[in-house]
């Protein structure tokens, strides 16, 4: 192994650094300043965890402090847009504006140029700038697709909802708890409270930062380079970004519990879901108050404190909660706010665009995010990877960025498309042109270049609609249903389920026309198909993987083995809302039994998972197969079974 690149600190992409690294000591740890303080608190702070007693014998500490050590001294910083040069590959590190240091990794290869994302936001934060386009050369893009089935809520909206919200508990002399995840949410959160506090928007009450958060902020103004300039100015002004008069620290256990016995204050801290940290013992204290409230600000685990919190807005009757050890009865007031840092669908869309990649994989997210977001993509090469997946493609290797004119006509029809009196919604083609939110003027300066290609107009009520200027040909129709089917995707997404090689495209050209043929080896058989005719090479291709022309046996509705029971379309919106996989977990936890397991099958257009739970005395009950056309719905039937 030559260099193991880091992206960013969160403990879902550096929790098992030090395992890694004992295993390949002699090989270097590239990330940024910022990252690695960050990454040596959370590591610290999981020393300290796996030190605790536990009365799980499983519960085996996964490292201790020699391999800890020994991953901090392997580590080699790289800045943003620096360069790092590895045998035949020049490493470029670019912003990502996901948290402090975060980073996107661009490898230039002899075989082409690739970009990882890792984590990332392309709106702008409190904390961290938006996100600029990468001006690399790019081949293949390898990007995350957390929120590829959301459009975020307005992050200004949200921010002052959260301050009405707190600011009318401490009206009330209530106590306000937000839990967040330490790294970047935990700033952001501190940041809008000061915010805040300076408007009048809400009461001067004692602000408290408690658990990790604390060691967190101590690190960002050692990496003022790495802030938001706003945040950087304020700073030389004002002193700490985060910690001041109104906003203190919690330094023990005995503060603590007169912070709990006190008047109205605000609380933030670590763990965001509850699951430990001093927020799960602010949660047992303020849960049974109806005057205290508790706002939730990040993603929550299904089978978290959180979520069981969040999910009882539903339940009728009597409400109560297990958190830090207790069951409680839950009378305080619980909302949840979208201060997400990481891109959403139409965010995600916008920047590939921009891009143009010649092959897309999505990493990082759950199988609806990743076809939500393929499908946004049209007819682009996106492949939905998987641990361990290999992409092999053939191409000319790009030396410069793929610039894309003003005046491109052919993209701007494509994005524009071929049904008239469509309506358009400015910003968002503007995002989706450019690759992240532009100025007015800039928007403004698209839709007349659009109108004068006579692509656009607006109608007598100022609504911008699409103005074909020609009539489609039946090529053009043929390729504008193709595109929207996306056959393409379709085809690559079932070979990345069944982790067999993506079909190989035999083109040609014939009488006049391009000609493809499409070659797949399924289980050892070979599927043939065409060959195609076409006026063209992209529609050849697009009608040669359309699912009539690949089979039935490939695309069609998913079979239905003898046992397996199907979870149809009613079942899935009625298991969403009764979380039966976090019920069963909460009733194992009460009970003090392991937690329950699953087991995961990857059909054609559906998944199929059973459950396993283990009671005292050696007892065993396994579900029935449950077959969705999710991962997550086929757990929940499951799961209902067994309770």
Request: glycine share 10%; proline share 6%; net charge neutral.
């Amino acid at each position: 192994l030559d260099a193991i690149l880091v992206t960013h600190a969160h403990s879902d992409h550096t929790g098992g650094l030090p395992v890694v690294a004992e295993a390949f000591a002699s090989t270097p740890i590239y990330m940024t300043p910022p990252t690695r303080s960050l990454v040596e608190i959370l590591q610290r702070d999981a020393l300290k965890l796996m030190s605790l007693p536990s009365d799980r014998e499983a519960d085996v500490p996964l490292y201790g402090e020699r391999q800890v050590e020994a991953m901090l001294g392997q580590v080699r910083p790289v800045h943003h847009h620096e360069s790092i040069e590895l045998g035949d590959i020049r490493v470029t590190y670019l912003p990502a504006s996901h948290i402090l240091g975060a980073s996107m990794v661009h490898l230039e290869t002899p075989g082409g140029n690739v970009l990882f994302t890792g984590d990332y936001s392309v709106a702008g934060q409190r904390t961290v700038a938006s996100l600029g386009r990468p001006e690399l050369p790019v081949d293949l893009v390898i990007t995350e697709s957390t929120y590829g089935n959301r459009i975020h809520a307005d992050r200004k909206l949200a921010e002052e909802r959260l301050l009405h919200s707190v600011g009318q508990s401490l009206e009330q002399g209530g106590r306000v708890l937000i839990p967040a995840f330490a790294i970047g949410r935990a700033q952001e959160v501190l940041l809008i409270l000061r915010d805040g506090l300076r408007r009048g928007r809400i009461p001067h009450v004692p602000i408290f930062v408690d658990g990790m958060v604390r060691s967190v902020c101590g690190a960002y103004p050692q990496h003022e380079r790495y802030l938001e300039p706003a945040l950087r100015r304020q700073m030389r002004t004002l002193g700490h970004p985060f910690f001041g008069d109104d906003v203190k620290a919690v330094r023990d256990l005995s503060e603590r519990r007169q912070i709990v016995s006190g008047g109205a204050c605000v609380i933030v801290s670590s763990s965001g879901m509850l699951s430990g940290g001093p927020s799960a013992f602010y949660a047992s204290e303020f849960a049974g108050n109806e005057r205290d409230a508790i706002l939730i600000t990040g993603y929550q685990d299904e089978e978290s404190p959180g979520r069981a919190l969040l999910d009882l807005a539903s339940q009728q009757g009597p409400r109560t909660l297990t958190v830090a050890g207790r069951t409680v009865d839950v009378r305080c007031r619980f909302e949840s706010y979208s201060l997400s840092g990481h891109a959403d669908r139409m965010q995600m869309v916008g920047l590939l665009e921009a891009m143009n990649p010649r092959v897309v994989g999505l990493v990082h997210g759950d199988r609806d995010a990743k076809e939500a977001l393929a499908r946004s993509l049209g007819d682009r090469d996106v492949v939905l990877c998987d641990d361990g997946i290999q992409l092999e493609r053939t191409f000319v290797t790009r030396t410069r960025r793929a610039v894309r004119p003003g005046a491109d006509r052919g993209r701007a029809e494509e994005l524009v498309g071929l049904e008239p009196d469509r309506a358009l919604d400015a910003p968002e083609l503007a995002r989706a042109w450019f690759g992240r939110d532009v100025a007015d003027e800039r928007r403004e300066g698209l839709v007349r270049e659009l109108t004068a290609l006579g692509l656009v107009a607006l109608d007598d009520a100022g609504v911008l609609r699409a103005r074909p200027s020609r009539p489609a040909t039946p090529e053009q129709l043929a390729e504008e249903r193709l595109r929207q089917q996306n056959p393409k995707g379709k085809v690559h997404e079932w070979c990345t389920r069944r982790r067999v090689k993506p079909p190989q495209l035999f083109e040609s050209r014939s009488g006049g026309h391009d000609q493809a043929e499409l070659v797949l080896v399924v289980d050892g058989q070979t599927l043939r198909g065409g060959p195609v005719l076409a006026a063209s090479r992209k529609l050849a291709e697009r009608l040669e993987l359309a699912p009539e022309v690949v089979g039935g046996q490939l695309l069609g509705e998913p079979a239905v083995e003898p046992g397996v029971r199907v979870v149809d379309a009613a079942d899935s919106e009625r298991l969403r809302g009764s979380n039966f996989k976090g019920k069963l977990l909460e009733l194992s936890m009460k009970h003090k039994t392991p937690r329950p397991t699953y087991e995961s099958l990857t059909r054609p257009g559906a998944m199929r998972s059973r459950g396993l739970l283990r009671l005292h005395g050696g007892v065993r009950h396994l579900s029935s197969w449950y077959q969705a056309t999710s991962g997550r719905d086929a757990e929940h039937a499951a799961s209902e079974e067994l309770l």
